[in-house]
T-cell receptor, first 112, second 116 residues
Framework: SQKIEQNSEALNIQEGKTATLTCNYT??????LQWYRQDPGRGPVFLLL?????KEKRKERLKVTFDTTLKQSLFHITASQPADSATYLC???????????FGQGTELSVKP | DVKVTQSSRYLVKRTGEKVFLECVQD?????MFWYRQDPGLGLRLIYF???????EKGDIPEGYSVSREKKERFSLILESASTNQTSMYLC???????????????FGPGTRLTVL
């Protein structure tokens, strides 16, 4: 069956360190993968999209990699700040297109 | 900026009541979605719509219906609310192709519904 998995345990890191979040998927062949940020009590907000022919994408302190052989995407926040504390969701387009399938999200907590 | 608004942030209803959740987007998007989000279960798609008066079932449509009479508005209806429908409900919209990455979704702030 199709599955998207993110670290279910919260990630706690110290301010200034690099946070790395993982998204693994099985039985999909997504053309691209997206990452969203969700703050408590709010809707998710789109951050980055990476296509299957792109190995890496950067936006300011964010970096996303996409390994279609491993079926895995890594999401990095460098020089993390307490304001980066949130839940991060990965999402990919299901085989029908148009519909996004979301992972459960990983909660990140950055301590000062 | 895309704006997706939902009619209520918090809602408390009684079992058996008919509940309407409204969602409006201002970017002329073709696609609109309703999700519910529960701890440990993530975002689950209830219904979506690719066009006016068109609807498709998502992964968990039971106990819900939807209406899309106008392009900008997508309503979720709980025909007879039950306690297991207590959840956070999120509306989203997207525009296929065009200037933005295909299928990037823009979410509303959510409605936290409690059914007593």
């Amino acid at each position: 069956s199709q599955k998207i998995e993110q670290n279910s345990e919260a990630l706690n890191i110290q301010e200034g360190k690099t946070a790395t979040l993982t998204c693994n998927y099985t039985n999909y062949s997504p053309a691209y993968l997206q990452w969203y940020r969700q703050d408590p009590g709010r809707g998710p907000v789109f951050l980055l999209l990476i296509r299957e022919n792109e190995k890496e994408k950067r936006k300011e302190r964010l970096k996303v990699t996409f390994d279609t052989t491993l079926k895995q995407s890594l999401f990095h926040i460098t020089a993390s700040q307490p304001a980066d504390s949130a839940t991060y969701l990965c999402a990919l387009v299901g085989n029908q297109g148009g519909k996004l399938i979301f992972g459960q999200g990983t909660e990140l907590s950055v301590k000062p | 900026d895309v704006k997706v608004t939902q009619s209520s942030r918090y809602l408390v209803k009684r079992t058996g009541e008919k509940v309407f959740l409204e969602c409006v987007q201002d970017m002329d998007h073709e696609n609109m979605f309703w999700y519910r989000q529960d701890p440990g279960l993530g975002l689950r798609l209830i219904y979506f719509s690719y066009d006016v008066k068109m609807k498709e079932k998502g992964d968990i449509p039971e106990g819900y219906s939807v209406s899309r009479e106008k392009k900008e508005r997508f309503s979720l209806i709980l025909e007879s609310a039950s306690t297991n429908q207590t959840s956070m409900y999120l509306c989203a919209s997207s525009q296929p192709g065009s200037l933005q990455p295909t299928d990037t979704q823009y979410f509303g702030p959510g409605t936290r519904l409690t059914v007593l």
